[in-house]
């Protein structure tokens, strides 16, 4: 068996890899990611040497290099976790998010249908559902939920599961598609809420909350979105969305409050700034059908969870430091220098 993970030097694809690898010892696996700001080789450092993992840099959106890779690779599955992935990048620039998460989409789709494959699987969000108002606790997105979407980020990301599902229908690529809530754990890039608010309290630094902190998020271990890709492409039902999240749901403000107590660092970091553009409200997962389907659940709960990803931040300074010093202290300063 051979799988192309494409965004695999990135935090849920790099997080794929170590776990596919470890699970599934005999497989073949080849890495194809254009190395973005996001994308980061030290993430791939512990299979590098493997004899069964393979490394391309590419553009999932450059239709030649796409094609090449797939006239020269046998590929069996095939598991889409490339993307511009962060919201409020999507506010500066939506063009980029259009390019990769949608026409890059379309590449991919193109070479499955000339290739041919076993499984096209697309990793999307559950941000294509839209949000939830905050005084509904009882309201959760299932499959069939209505697409309805709020930032250019979701916006890309549900146009690439419109293309999926009509790649599908029209040319019988054998797709799956999953949507899964937000992500945390090791590898997560400091751009994000959970490690930035880790190295931000490391480093004595203020604690930048949205508004007033009260923007719900469902949150799960990456391990139990892996382990829930690994059932979806090899027991999951073909033209099938599964969502995946784990009734994991914590305000903003809990969330950095855990992260204070659990580093003993003082509440008074905390610093309120302008909220986000079209900030969506709450995001909740319904995932009753993969369950029911496919026997997943998740098992790592958020007391857990948090433990570990900060004792791995604790861990690997190294790796976050270096993100933190370089390019990137030049975004943090533009989006949040004058909030
Ligand atoms: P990430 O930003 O950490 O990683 C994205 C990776 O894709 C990087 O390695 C980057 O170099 C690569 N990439 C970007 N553009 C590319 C291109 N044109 N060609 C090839 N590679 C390219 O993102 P992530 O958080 O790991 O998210 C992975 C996927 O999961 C995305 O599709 C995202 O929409 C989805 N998702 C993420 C979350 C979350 O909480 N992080 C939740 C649900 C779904
Ligand atoms: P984020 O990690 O960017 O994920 P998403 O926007 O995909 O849910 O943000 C999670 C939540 O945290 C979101 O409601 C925005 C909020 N947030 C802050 O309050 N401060 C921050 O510095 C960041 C990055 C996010």
Request: aromatic share 10%.
């Given at each position: 068996m051979?799988?192309?993970?494409?965004?695999?030097?990135?935090f849920?694809g790099?997080?794929?890899?170590?776990?596919m690898?470890?699970e599934?010892?005999?497989?073949?696996i080849?890495?194809?990611?254009a190395?973005?700001?996001a994308?980061?080789?030290?993430?791939?450092?512990?299979v590098?040497e493997?004899?069964?993992?393979?490394f391309?840099k590419?553009d999932?959106?450059?239709?030649?290099?796409?094609?090449q890779?797939?006239?020269?690779?046998?590929?069996?599955?095939v598991?889409n976790?490339?993307?511009?992935?962060?919201?409020?990048?999507?506010?500066?620039?939506?063009?980029?998010?259009l390019?990769?998460?949608?026409?890059g989409?379309?590449?991919?789709?193109?070479?499955?249908?000339?290739?041919?494959?076993h499984?096209?699987?697309?990793?999307?969000?559950d941000?294509?559902?839209?949000?939830?108002?905050?005084?509904r606790?009882?309201?959760?997105?299932?499959?069939?939920?209505?697409?309805h979407?709020?930032?250019?980020?979701?916006?890309?990301?549900?146009?690439?599961?419109l293309?999926?599902?009509a790649?599908?229908?029209t040319?019988?690529?054998p797709?799956?598609?999953?949507r899964c809530?937000n992500n945390?754990?090791?590898?997560?890039f400091?751009?994000?809420l959970?490690?930035?608010?880790?190295?931000?309290?490391?480093n004595?630094?203020?604690l930048?909350?949205?508004?007033k902190?009260?923007?719900?998020?469902?949150?799960?271990?990456?391990?139990?979105h892996c382990r829930?890709?690994?059932?979806?492409i090899?027991k999951?039902t073909?033209?099938?969305?599964?969502?995946?999240?784990?009734?994991?749901?914590?305000t903003?403000?809990?969330?950095?409050k855990?992260?204070?107590?659990?580093?003993?660092a003082?509440?008074e970091?905390?610093?309120y700034?302008?909220?986000?553009?079209?900030?969506?409200?709450?995001?909740?997962?319904?995932?009753?059908?993969?369950?029911?389907?496919?026997?997943?659940l998740?098992?790592?709960?958020?007391?857990?969870?948090?433990?570990?990803?900060?004792?791995?931040?604790?861990?690997?300074?190294?790796w976050w430091?270096?993100?933190?010093?370089?390019?990137y202290?030049?975004?943090?300063?533009?989006?949040y220098?004058?909030?």
């Open positions: 051979k799988i192309l993970v494409t965004g695999g030097a990135g849920i790099g997080n794929f890899i170590h776990y690898m470890k599934h010892k005999n497989y073949e080849l890495c194809v990611d190395l973005t700001y994308g980061n080789m030290e993430t791939l450092a512990p590098m493997n004899p069964k993992f393979k391309i590419a999932i959106a450059d239709r030649p290099a796409i094609y890779i797939f006239e020269e690779e046998s590929l069996d599955i598991v976790f490339a993307a511009e992935s962060h919201v409020d990048r999507s506010i500066e620039e939506p063009e980029i998010f390019r990769t998460n949608v026409m989409t379309q590449v991919m789709l193109d070479a499955c249908r000339k290739y041919g494959i499984r096209y699987h697309q990793v999307s969000t941000e294509v559902y839209g949000d939830l108002p905050l005084d606790p009882e309201l959760f997105f299932i499959e069939e939920t209505p697409i979407t709020s930032s250019p980020y979701s916006a890309s990301k549900a146009s690439a599961d293309l999926v599902q790649y599908h229908r040319f019988k690529v797709v799956t598609i999953s809530s945390y754990g090791p590898y997560h400091p751009e994000k959970i490690p930035l608010m880790i190295a931000n309290a490391l004595g630094k203020p930048p909350v949205y508004g902190g009260e923007n719900v998020r469902d949150w799960l271990y990456v391990e139990d829930a890709i690994d059932m979806i090899h999951g073909i033209g099938e969305v599964y969502n995946i999240g784990g009734h994991n749901e914590r903003n403000l809990e969330v950095v855990t992260i204070i107590r659990a580093l003993g003082s509440e970091l905390i610093t700034v302008t909220d986000r553009a079209g900030h969506d409200l709450r995001y909740a997962i319904n995932p009753t059908k993969i369950h029911r389907e496919l026997g997943w998740p098992t790592t709960t958020f007391d857990e969870g948090i433990k570990k990803t900060i004792k791995w931040y604790l861990d690997h300074k190294k430091e270096n993100i933190i010093s370089g390019e202290q030049e975004y943090y300063d533009k989006m220098g004058n909030k």
